[in-house]
């Protein structure tokens, strides 16, 4: 039987997680920690655990499914989910207006004018207030169901907030937020993996997955504007209602909208949305102008694609043309061939690009893209530089169509066609170019921090035939090693003592630094916690490595065949050989000094007396986070000599701001 104290504690924990799930997701204004935060839902599951029968359809703790979907099945719309008809020009936009309009003489009417959010079209259903289904647009009167994938987003409640109708549904759209954007790109760079065209791509790829452990990892997000169907009474009559009402239920809505009554007014409304809509958490390339009132917009209508009530105003991406001078193929470290465009350089968005992937060879032929052609380039996500078009009437003939290579441009082995990510492998494990970037990521300041094994060194010994795998940085000969180029005593000397002494780094830093598929510095922080030692690692089952959070299925099968490979095996045994720390000495080192900062967020700026990477490991081990932005919850800020933005933003937020010595102090104070 369940005590009263336990019932009423799920439920005062529940409508305090909702709360502070609408203050981040929603309000950007968070109140506590993201170790506080974690601490109440794990209180939350906990009593769940032990009293099922607490759980409810809307508990926080159910935002993550178990088992991977097989497929996704098809669901109808209630209402169809139609497309915007839309331009790029003012005066047609004018135009769209006055055929309003003439279709509603003698009739004041009132405009609203949104941002137009670059993301993926969504359907969501609640009844009686419960999250029931969501769905894509799919076809626009069938869709698929991807409810258990939209329970990980927790910027969408499961339950709302105020009443509604018996059945609501909401429609709105799901994005990646740009930062999350990059940093995924940035993940799958690092695990040598395709990356993301831009933001909503990387959305929809991330919300078709089958895996809804996976999506939860993506960090998606959404905002709502539209109505399908509503069964009941309490539903707002206008657009600017609406959007009014949706606050006050809990979901999420644009940022800013404008109203407007007259076609003056509307460019205005565009104009300003112009110059803000770069700050948007969300991608934007356009303004969507609505007639307001919902009882016109039956009386106006629509076509069989397109409702005569509303119209999509496109802003001009920023591009630039310049010449595609070569395209060469770079090897990953995983082997992947991925073609490069070498481009004459131009200023595109404030920044020289001289460069811009082109992902793959079916990409190359989509495009019709040509050595030698005059190319358009946009910024992809703001970001990544990308060819989005070609200047077929500037062709002489002199063109050249490109073939990705049948032997690695490294080492001339065979390649190999994945069928599976749409690429072409060098599968030979001694291929140089694979060595280096193999080494160059072991090396980097955020896996095992080598001090002097940069590019340049890598690049030298790679081609001086010293280094073949990893294990034989714990192997040069110092005299070797000074016989390279520009390598005196003093810098041979630092590099060896560099490479020895990260023989002691803690265990999460190796396991990243092998770069096992998927698995990022936070992951191998938690395997590390969970498993101890590499060993244990090893040897975990399937099962096991699922039970460690945010490890899905996709990972712990990356995980076990990576452990698995003969290959692996024996490089493991060579570390193991040079007395690398396979977990053993973490308990030693400074891995849990204290928790002295526990609960704290914090945003490290300016130059300092030490790399950032060590001061920020000094931080965790007494508990805090590390940011890399200033926001409402960043608890302090440590400064340095020529700090800028973020001490600006701190000072402005009202945020403390220490410096090295106190920070030492707080240390001091932790251990005395």
Not at 236 to 254: F, M, N, R, S, Y
Not at 374 to 396: C, H, L, N, Q, W
């Amino acid at each position: 039987m369940v005590s009263l104290n336990a019932s009423s504690r799920a439920a005062e924990l529940r409508r305090v997680i909702a709360r502070h799930d609408r203050l981040y997701y929603e309000e950007a204004a968070p109140e506590i920690s993201d170790r506080e935060y974690d601490t109440l839902l794990r209180e939350l599951r906990d009593l769940e655990e032990a009293h099922p029968e607490l759980r409810t359809a809307d508990s926080p703790t159910q935002r993550v499914g178990g088992k991977p979907l097989e497929e996704f099945r098809q669901v109808p719309h209630r209402v169809p989910m139609q497309s915007l008809d839309n331009t790029y020009s003012l005066a047609e936009a004018d135009a769209f207006l006055a055929r309003v309009e003439k279709l509603l003489p003698e009739v004041t009417l009132r405009w609203t004018i949104e941002p137009k959010i670059d993301g993926v079209a969504l359907s969501i259903t609640y009844r009686d207030g419960f999250l029931e289904q969501a769905s894509t647009r799919g076809d626009g009167t069938v869709g698929d169901d991807v409810t258990q994938n939209i329970r990980t987003i927790r910027a969408i409640p499961l339950k709302l907030e105020a009443a509604a109708p018996q059945l609501l549904e909401i429609r709105g759209e799901v994005y990646l937020p740009k930062k999350k954007f990059v940093a995924l790109n940035a993940s799958r760079e690092a695990d040598d993996e395709p990356l993301f065209a831009n933001p909503r791509n990387a959305a929809a790829g991330s919300l078709k997955l089958l895996d809804p452990a996976i999506v939860a990892s993506r960090g998606l997000s959404a905002v709502f504007y539209g109505l399908g169907a509503a069964e009941g009474s309490g539903v707002p009559e206008t657009q600017a209602a609406l959007l009014h009402w949706l606050k006050t239920l809990g979901l999420p809505v644009i940022p800013h909208f404008w109203e407007a009554s007259s076609g003056a007014e509307v460019r205005v409304a565009i104009e300003a949305l112009d110059k803000i809509r770069h700050d948007f958490a969300f991608e934007t390339d356009g303004a969507v102008i609505k007639l307001d009132s919902f009882r016109r917009r039956d009386q106006v209508g629509s076509t069989s694609k397109f409702p005569r009530w509303a119209m999509a105003y496109k802003y001009e991406p920023e591009r630039a043309r310049t010449r595609l001078n070569a395209i060469t193929v770079q090897v990953g470290r995983t082997g992947t061939l991925t073609p490069v465009a070498e481009l004459e350089p131009v200023l595109l968005a404030g920044s020289r690009v001289a460069r811009a992937t082109l992902h793959n060879e079916e990409e190359i032929a989509r495009k019709d893209i040509r050595i030698g052609d005059y190319v358009f380039v946009e910024k992809a996500g703001e970001v990544i530089p990308a060819i989005v078009g070609v200047d077929t009437s500037a062709r002489t003939g002199d063109e050249l169509i490109f073939q990705m290579p049948d032997a690695c441009p490294s080492c001339n082995s065979p390649v190999f066609h994945d069928p599976e990510i749409v690429a072409i492998r060098c599968i030979n494990p001694d291929c140089p170019a694979q060595i280096r970037r193999r080494l160059e990521h072991f090396a980097a300041r955020g896996a095992m921090d080598i001090d002097g094994l940069g590019e340049a060194m890598v690049d030298q010994l790679v081609s001086a035939e010293l280094v073949r795998t990893l294990a034989d940085i714990y192997t040069l000969d110092a005299a070797a090693v000074a016989a390279l180029e520009r390598m005196g005593k003093k810098s041979t000397a630092n590099l060896l003592a560099g490479i020895e002494a990260s023989k002691q780094r803690p265990l999460w830093r190796l396991l990243f630094a092998l770069g096992i598929p998927h698995v990022g510095a936070t992951a191998a922080r938690k395997l590390a916690v969970k498993f101890v030692t590499l060993d244990q690692l090893a040897a975990a089952s399937l099962e096991e490595l699922q039970q460690t959070e945010d490890v899905g299925e996709i990972m712990a099968h990356a995980i076990r065949d990576f452990f698995h490979l003969p290959h692996n095996r024996q490089l493991l045994e060579a570390l193991r050989h040079q007395r690398l720390n396979f977990g053993e000495h973490d308990e030693k080192s400074s891995a849990s000094i204290s928790q002295t900062l526990a609960g704290q967020t914090w945003v490290i700026t300016g130059t300092l007396s030490r790399p950032r990477d060590e001061i920020a490991e000094s931080i965790r081990a007494h508990g805090g986070t590390v940011s890399g932005s200033v926001s409402k919850k960043t608890s302090y800020v440590l400064a340095g000599e020529e700090a800028g933005s973020k001490l600006e933003k701190a000072r402005s937020l009202g945020i403390p701001i220490v410096d090295e010595v106190t920070l030492h102090k707080m240390f001091r104070a932790s251990i005395a």
